[in-house]
């Protein structure tokens, strides 16, 4: 049992902006008192149905933000597998470590999630592992070939929330549409991971003249955007459900926003690395800044801003890919695509959005947590009376430095290493229990 | 001056003055190769390494020749090709030579940034023999060395580079430095192989041949790789050529005594027509003489010492 007092609650779900004191009991909150009011010791132990305060513990968040705990929607864990990179742990370390308390694990491990009962290991692991709330997403189809359905059902019914083949495009147009069909019926969205091959070629990061500076192969912005456009329509043929994972041009944002106003059942996501990079902070000889999609152009990330704040795009995503030291150890283009994002991401857009008054707290937490546990019907995402206590204590004030050691990610692949950053989370529980405290990871079973 | 770096990678942090100074040395190194005992035991006792992770026999002897003639031991490491997720890494590789106290090492590979990568690793300097798309500073230096034999200076010397921009290093570094130097530079080819972020170069480009000839002094044709017609870059050799192929007759549209250069190996015919390699305004073969040269003078300034004046 827990009493948080004097916190500043940020809850978009309750439309809350102010001091407030939580009351948490069996894992669920208990009650909200909001505003400069104090709780008296009688409500306390009302409330919790406790007979002395020292059965309570006590928490006096002055200063401090809570957030209902972040979920994202597009992590990698690698496991089965890939566990030199990561695994569902040490994932779900790094998860609530950055204030993340569910995740959605993609489906592009080895073997691909395709089966119910690789769904049941990935949530099973997830359990064990005892932090995050680890979700499975299935993949859509049959090890990632593109041709076969996977058994859509029954994954749904082993703990899958979504499907997605990520990681690869879905290249037959037919086979997405068979699949936004099949969908229906699980009602769950479809993530698509919109790259046409053809366009993409061997291109390392994006066309342009940073490309061309440098010597990489470009991708051109049409790789993402063709199919954003091609997914639309369909989803608006079919009525199935998508979700654009890692939104990155800005002619994706067009297409979004035209198809959100035909009312076609699209979603998007927004990586923090495609808002706060650019190509021009691309090195030859820093592979970290090596993602897919690529980093886009200016252009694009004054797009994808303003798709967030305009409810364009409906959520942020950190499209955590860990990769081993070895592997972008290697010339640009023979590393691996991909960014760490779990443990830096936060602190990189509140010292990038919020400090310098782009984005609103509230803004940001309505798109971390709140939208994206609505679209993907989790729980969380709000803490009104009886939600369960998923709650992030978050210090705007404090400063780390961003060291290898100090990830509890096994990958260390992110732009964000040796920089220092301002606004991190101090205490996160998961159900009501705590699972970090001041940087540390606790409480784990 | 006196030279202040440990690697050549590119001409993008070479000054004009710089590059002077290069093709300065190379003119004293030049006047070796025509002596009658070519050796000078300026580098005795240090050791370069060749790494060509790409095919190349012209530049892979064109430094073996340059570093011996220094009196430099030379050792080649037999690298397998296109070697991506094979064998042994850039890194252990590089961590190889540091450890064999190697005191130069010359690479060529197919990746961008593949000798800057080895530049941070190592210790020792590192000449860039061609990374992927990215520089190919020697053989621009060496263009420029020919160049400069013929006119004195850039200023106001109009140099055309025609061909496959997209995929040209040895444009992407020539564009670089001929800008530096004061000419005036234009990249032409067909919208395949010449897109628009090659501005970032600086340079005027042009999809036509025809219309930038007259008054130029310089034809620089690149080679053409014959399977990017597969690629769809271009739909046959017999467009191409019509439309970039360098003849005589195109060429005697410049009005003036344009010099010919081709970084080789020739598709004879295809970019370049055989009567116009073989003219006496080709200066193709001269090329090949002083890239020996210009990369006598680059060793030399890398490892043989803080003076730029020849024993």
Redesign the interface.
């Known amino acids: 049992m827990l009493w948080l007092k004097n916190v500043h609650l940020v809850d978009p779900g309750q439309g809350i902006s102010d001091k407030a004191s939580l009351l948490i009991k069996d894992g669920k909150v208990a009650k909200v008192c909001r505003g400069e009011k104090q709780l008296t010791e009688e409500e306390v132990l009302a409330t919790l149905g406790v007979s002395e305060l020292k059965e309570v513990s006590q928490v006096d968040g002055e200063g401090k933000f809570l957030f209902p705990g972040l979920v994202d929607v597009h992590v990698h864990f690698r496991e089965p597998g890939q566990e030199d990179k990561e695994d569902i742990n040490s994932g779900s370390r790094a998860a609530v470590r950055g204030g993340f308390t569910s995740v959605l694990a993609m489906a592009n491990t080895q073997p691909v999630i395709d089966t119910r009962a690789l769904v049941e290991f990935v949530r099973l692991q997830g359990e064990r592992a005892g932090l995050a709330r680890v979700y499975p997403v299935g993949a859509v189809t049959k090890g990632f070939q593109g041709r076969e359905l996977t058994e859509m059902v029954d994954l749904q019914k082993g703990g899958a929330v979504a499907f997605s083949d990520d990681g690869l495009g879905i290249q037959s147009a037919e086979t997405m549409r068979l699949a936004l069909e099949y969908a229906k019926l699980t009602g769950c969205p479809l993530i698509s991971h919109c790259e046409d091959n053809s366009l993409a070629g061997q291109g390392v990061m994006r066309?342009?003249?940073?490309?061309?500076?440098?010597?990489?192969?470009?991708i051109p912005a049409s790789a993402e955007s063709v199919m954003v456009a091609r997914d639309a329509l369909l989803a608006g043929e079919t009525g199935g459900k998508v979700h654009i994972a890692h939104v990155s041009t800005k002619e994706s944002v067009w297409i979004i926003r035209t198809a959100k106003k035909l009312g076609i059942n699209i979603s998007a996501e927004v990586n923090p690395h495609h808002l706060l990079l650019t190509d021009e902070d691309v090195q030859?000889?820093d592979t970290s800044y090596k993602v897919n999609p690529p980093l886009p152009n200016r252009e694009d990330q004054e797009a994808l801003l303003e798709g967030l704040l305009d409810g364009t795009l409906d959520m942020l995503a950190t499209d955590h890919a860990p990769h081993t030291w070895?592997e972008k150890?290697?010339?640009?283009?023979?590393a691996p695509f991909g960014i760490n994002g779990l443990e830096a991401a936060l602190a990189a857009l509140w010292q990038e959005l919020v400090l310098k008054g782009k984005m609103k707290p509230e803004k940001l937490i309505e798109l971390w947590s709140l939208n994206p546990a609505k679209r993907f019907a989790l729980q969380g995402g709000s803490l009104k009376a009886g939600s369960p206590a998923d709650m992030v204590l978050f210090d705007p004030k404090w400063r780390e430095k961003i060291t290898a050691e100090s990830l509890e990610s096994k990958a260390q692949n992110t732009p964000f290493l040796e920089k220092e950053l301002q606004g991190f989370p101090i205490m996160v529980w998961v159900e009501g229990k705590l699972v970090m405290e001041n940087r540390k990871i606790v409480g784990k079973k | 001056m006196r030279w202040r770096h440990k690697d050549l990678l590119d001409l993008d942090n070479l000054s004009a003055q710089e590059i002077e100074l290069v093709l300065q040395s190379a003119l004293s190194m030049k006047e070796v190769l025509f002596r009658p005992i070519k050796k000078l035991p300026t580098l005795r006792g240090k050791s370069i390494a060749l790494m060509f992770y790409e095919n190349s026999t012209r530049t892979r002897t064109s430094f073996e020749t340059a570093a011996k003639i220094l009196g430099a031991d030379v050792t080649n490491f037999s690298v397998a090709q296109s070697s991506?997720?094979k064998g042994e890494?850039?890194?252990d590789t590089a961590k190889t030579l540091q450890a064999m106290n190697i005191d130069l090492v010359i690479i060529r590979?197919?990746?961008?940034?593949?000798s800057?990568?080895l530049a941070?690793q190592l210790k020792a300097g590192v000449i860039n023999g061609g990374?992927?798309?990215?520089?190919h500073p020697t053989q621009a230096l060496l263009d420029f060395f020919t160049m400069k034999e013929r006119w004195g200076e850039f200023k106001g010397k109009k140099v055309l580079i025609v061909g496959d921009i997209l995929h040209s290093?040895v444009a992407?570094s020539n564009a670089l430095g001929l800008k530096k130097l004061g000419a005036e530079v234009v990249l032409i080819g067909p919208p395949t192989l010449l897109?628009p972020?090659?501005?970032?170069?600086g340079v005027k480009t042009s999809y036509d041949l025809d219309s930038e000839l007259p008054g130029a002094d310089a034809v620089m044709a690149l080679r053409l790789q014959l399977e990017r017609q597969q690629s769809g870059l271009f739909p046959s050799l017999r467009e191409y050529n019509r439309l970039y192929g360098l003849t005589r007759e195109k060429i005697a549209k410049t009005g003036k005594d344009t010099i010919i250069l081709h970084p080789g190996p020739l598709n004879r015919g295809v970019e370049i027509s055989s009567d116009l390699a073989d003219s006496v305004q080709s200066v193709i073969e001269e090329q090949v003489t002083n890239g020996v040269a210009v990369r006598m003078a680059l060793i030399y300034l890398l490892i043989g010492g803080t003076s730029n004046v020849m024993a």
């Open positions: 066309k342009g003249e940073a490309s061309a500076r440098l010597g990489l192969k470009g030859l000889t070895e150890m290697r010339p640009f283009a023979e | 991506v997720n890494s850039l890194l590979h197919a990746c961008s940034g593949a800057e990568f941070k990374d992927g798309q990215h520089a290093r992407h897109p972020e090659m501005s970032y170069l």
